[in-house]
């Protein structure tokens, strides 16, 4: 992996949690205004899930294609382009009135974000320095967090006094701030290894860090996603409990709504209460990521802190009015947003920089899919099963799930302990070998590629794109 050994670039930080928090609340304003539009029309839990299910199937399905693209084609290209594209959706969006057309706008929307997604995440760590990264991704949350904070907000009360078509116009002009962010970011990766940086900044060069020996070992031609043990059990943990527990982002509508007779604007309010818990669930992970150099801690976090949302749904089922959810959500998010911390650095710190992108779409689609079975599953109920007891059985699979996974991260963390330990051995009697062989009167001859001990981001640091990363 590598990150940026210069000054980290804040300007670039803050300019893209800006863009991506707006372009949040844009998403999560027009989701929201079309959920409730679906449901004030009399449509069920199976016509609110096939429009969840179309933003979410692309950003499965083209998840290999869209993270190659964004390792390979220049930052700044993909995030014009796609940016504009996906203003112009919004814009057809906002005047459709037929549910098929209105779906597949929706999916070619999310196809723009199995793009842009993994496109910005893999640019943060070229940003900044290693040590600066929990600060980074808390930004990035933080923006993130006001932005879905503020979109049911604004859709609870755009919906109640213009319908649908204000807030889908608004959602297009968000994306006009991806377009300005792709134009004003210094920071560029993918493409040719020359825009990694500008002349203006050359100490900001993507170069290699050596990281502990606990983190990723594996160079930019040899590491695999599905070979690295802790990445794989903390997509397999968060995708499973996902399934368990998204449902409710189908079941939630109906159970505000008409079990607990909420008003249109307390939806919004419920909603918001749980992206308003992101912001200090994410600070608090960032400051206690720095003590954590060891990755394995990063799994465990992600481990409790989906237990800790499953717990929250759970306790969700019991309560008699819509206000009561608010604090319930507000606990939620915070576990949310530390996991989102712990998921995001690891993926930062063990995926190789030239396949950054690829890596996090990979994780981005098993999340995806996950949430895409929950939907289905949470529509497909409600016609037989009232909202109340769907989501007790969402946040009791969420943590039964959490529990049956704490041997499996058991064994993963002490998996790359094991091998760092055996890697180490094999080290030291090289060594002693070589001194051997010295002291019998002939110098030791260094091997080729001798000096790349402390692991692989220094060949990974020479592959292709590798100079040109930001997140």
């Given at each position: 992996m590598?990150?940026?050994?210069?000054?980290?670039?804040?300007?670039?930080v803050?300019?893209?949690?800006?863009?991506?928090?707006a372009?949040?609340c844009?998403?999560?304003?027009?989701?929201?205004?079309?959920?409730l539009a679906?449901?004030?029309?009399g449509?069920?839990?199976?016509a609110?899930?096939a429009?969840?299910?179309?933003?979410?199937?692309?950003?499965?399905?083209?998840?290999p294609?869209?993270?190659?693209?964004?390792d390979?084609?220049?930052?700044?290209?993909?995030?014009?382009?796609?940016?504009?594209?996906?203003a112009?959706?919004?814009?057809?969006?906002?005047?459709?009135?037929?549910?098929?057309?209105?779906?597949?706008?929706v999916a070619?929307?999310?196809?723009?974000?199995?793009?842009?997604?993994?496109?910005l995440?893999?640019?943060l760590p070229a940003m900044?320095?290693?040590?600066?990264?929990?600060?980074?991704s808390?930004?990035?949350?933080t923006?993130?967090?006001?932005?879905?904070?503020?979109?049911?907000?604004?859709a609870?009360?755009?919906?109640?006094?213009?319908?649908?078509?204000?807030?889908?116009?608004?959602?297009?002009?968000?994306?006009?701030?991806?377009?300005?962010?792709g134009?004003?970011?210094r920071?560029?990766?993918?493409?040719?290894?020359?825009?990694?940086t500008?002349?203006?900044?050359p100490?900001?060069?993507?170069?290699?860090?050596p990281?502990?020996?606990?983190?990723?070992?594996?160079?930019a031609?040899?590491?695999?996603?599905?070979?690295?043990?802790?990445?794989?059990?903390?997509?397999?943990?968060?995708?499973?409990?996902?399934?368990?527990i998204?449902?409710?982002?189908?079941?939630e509508?109906?159970?505000i709504?008409?079990?607990?007779?909420?008003?249109?604007?307390m939806?919004?309010?419920?909603?918001?209460?749980?992206?308003?818990?992101?912001?200090?669930?994410?600070?608090?992970?960032?400051r206690?990521?720095?003590?954590l150099?060891?990755?394995?801690?990063?799994?465990?976090?992600?481990?409790?802190?989906?237990?800790g949302?499953?717990?929250m749904?759970?306790?969700a089922?019991?309560?008699?009015?819509?206000?009561?959810?608010?604090?319930?959500?507000?606990?939620?998010?915070?576990?949310?947003?530390?996991?989102?911390?712990?998921a995001?650095?690891?993926?930062a710190?063990?995926?190789?920089?030239?396949?950054?992108?690829?890596?996090?779409?990979?994780?981005?689609a098993a999340?995806q899919g996950?949430?895409?079975?929950?939907?289905?599953?949470?529509?497909l109920l409600?016609?037989?099963?009232?909202?109340?007891?769907?989501?007790?059985?969402?946040?009791?699979?969420?943590?039964?799930v959490?529990?049956a996974?704490?041997?499996?991260?058991?064994r993963a963390?002490?998996?790359?302990?094991?091998?760092?330990?055996e890697s180490?051995?094999?080290?030291?009697?090289?060594?002693?070998?070589d001194?051997?062989?010295?002291?019998?009167?002939?110098?030791a001859?260094?091997?080729?590629?001798?000096g790349?001990?402390?692991g692989?981001?220094?060949?990974?640091?020479?592959?292709r794109?590798?100079?040109?990363?930001?997140?």
């Amino acid at each position: 992996m590598s990150f940026t050994t210069g000054e980290s670039r804040w300007s670039d930080v803050w300019l893209a949690a800006t863009a991506r928090g707006a372009t949040i609340c844009g998403d999560f304003l027009a989701a929201t205004a079309l959920a409730l539009a679906l449901q004030n029309a009399g449509a069920g839990g199976l016509a609110v899930s096939a429009l969840l299910l179309a933003a979410t199937l692309p950003l499965v399905v083209l998840a290999p294609l869209a993270g190659r693209l964004a390792d390979r084609v220049d930052s700044r290209t993909l995030l014009v382009t796609v940016g504009l594209a996906q203003a112009a959706i919004c814009t057809m969006l906002a005047v459709a009135t037929h549910p098929v057309l209105v779906i597949g706008l929706v999916a070619l929307l999310a196809c723009g974000l199995a793009v842009t997604q993994p496109c910005l995440a893999a640019l943060l760590p070229a940003m900044v320095r290693p040590s600066d990264m929990p600060r980074a991704s808390a930004i990035t949350q933080t923006a993130v967090s006001l932005g879905a904070l503020g979109g049911p907000v604004l859709a609870g009360l755009l919906v109640g006094q213009f319908g649908t078509r204000v807030p889908l116009l608004v959602d297009a002009v968000t994306y006009l701030a991806l377009v300005a962010a792709g134009l004003l970011l210094r920071t560029r990766r993918g493409g040719r290894p020359a825009t990694a940086t500008t002349p203006e900044l050359p100490t900001a060069q993507v170069q290699a860090v050596p990281q502990p020996a606990k983190r990723a070992a594996g160079t930019a031609e040899g590491w695999r996603f599905r070979r690295d043990p802790l990445m794989v059990v903390m997509v397999v943990c968060i995708a499973v409990v996902i399934t368990a527990i998204g449902g409710i982002n189908v079941i939630e509508v109906f159970f505000i709504r008409e079990t607990l007779n909420g008003s249109a604007t307390m939806y919004g309010l419920v909603g918001a209460a749980w992206m308003a818990g992101l912001l200090p669930g994410g600070w608090f992970a960032a400051r206690l990521v720095r003590r954590l150099d060891d990755d394995g801690w990063l799994v465990r976090g992600v481990l409790v802190t989906l237990a800790g949302c499953s717990l929250m749904v759970l306790l969700a089922s019991t309560v008699p009015t819509a206000t009561l959810l608010v604090p319930l959500w507000l606990v939620a998010g915070a576990a949310n947003g530390a996991q989102n911390v712990f998921a995001n650095l690891l993926t930062a710190r063990r995926a190789p920089e030239s396949m950054r992108a690829r890596a996090y779409a990979s994780y981005g689609a098993a999340v995806q899919g996950g949430s895409m079975t929950g939907y289905l599953l949470g529509g497909l109920l409600l016609t037989v099963v009232s909202p109340r007891p769907l989501i007790a059985a969402a946040g009791a699979a969420g943590l039964l799930v959490a529990l049956a996974f704490v041997p499996i991260v058991a064994r993963a963390v002490r998996r790359p302990a094991i091998e760092d330990r055996e890697s180490e051995t094999d080290r030291s009697s090289q060594c002693a070998d070589d001194a051997g062989l010295a002291t019998l009167g002939r110098p030791a001859e260094p091997e080729a590629g001798g000096g790349d001990t402390v692991g692989s981001w220094l060949s990974a640091s020479h592959a292709r794109g590798s100079g040109t990363s930001s997140s």
